[in-house]
């Protein structure tokens, strides 16, 4: 059995407040995803949902636990390993979708792939192709082996979303990429392979 893409092991995350009191956004939190599975998040606002996420991309760091990503325990790496290990490795779909308004949709997907010095020709091949499958994204173009997205339907409507996440989805599930998702949706959670739910800080999981 191939070790798992992502796993968090006793995970938490604590924050202090200006007034100096702690907030624990994360509770040991344990779990882990394997290549081509995806896994939907659920939970009310503040609940932990975003904080799991940006420890998972290693833009965060636990307070005590391990985060462990393609074998290497992120909080144990600098921070420019672990800006590279996300640039190659890690895809983020958010929201909003953070364009850059002076440049054309196919530039904008080229962006992560350029930043890479990935070869122009190959990459702009891909980036014809993504768009040509709704435009969808930026953040697969580059084959990450983890896709994260926090609500990656939030600006659409319900069937125009469930289309979207069903496409990108397939893309990574083809490409052998794990997928964890945060979605306030139950119906959009349902796509999943299985669903993880955020309580104060406690992670939940269910099949």
Known sequence: MSPPILAFRGVSRDYRSAGGAV????????????????????????SGKSTLLHLAAGIDTPTSGEVILLGRPLAALSDGERTRLRRDHVGLVFQFFHLLPHLSAL?????????????????????????????????????????????P?????????????????ALARG??????????????????DAVWTMHSGVLERAA
């Open 107 to 151: 530039e904008n997907v080229l962006v992560p792939a350029l930043v890479a010095g990935d070869p122009a020709d190959a990459a702009e091949e891909r980036a014809r192709d993504l768009l040509a499958r709704v435009g969808l994204c930026r953040a697969i173009l580059r084959r990450p082996r983890l896709l994260l997205a926090d609500e």
């Open 175 to 192: 490409e052998g990429s794990a997928v964890l998702f945060v979605t306030h949706s139950a119906e959009l959670a349902r796509v999943a």
């Open 23 to 46: 907030l624990r956004a994360l509770r040991g939190a344990t779990g882990e995803l394997g290549a081509g599975e995806v896994v939907a998040v659920t939970g009310r606002s503040g």
């Open 153 to 169: 339907t939030g600006n659409l409507d319900e069937e125009t979303g469930r289309a979207v996440l069903e496409l990108m989805l």
